[in-house]
């Protein structure tokens, strides 16, 4: 099961790929921050924050 916290990293995904980097750049920021890198799902996001923050 994905967190609450995930929502940030699905936040910023959708924002990305519809075109708004510059508003997603503070959900990728929340989404490492708050991201469980326990939970396998979530340390998927995470590991793509840091791509997208480029």
Known sequence: MISKDAAF???A???QRQGNQQA???DW???MKYGDP???DERVFISLAPLNLK
């Open 24 to 26: 997603s750049v503070s």
């Open 29 to 31: 920021k929340n989404c």
């Open 38 to 40: 326990q939970n396998p």
């Open 9 to 11: 990293c699905l936040k």
């Open 13 to 15: 995904q959708v924002l």
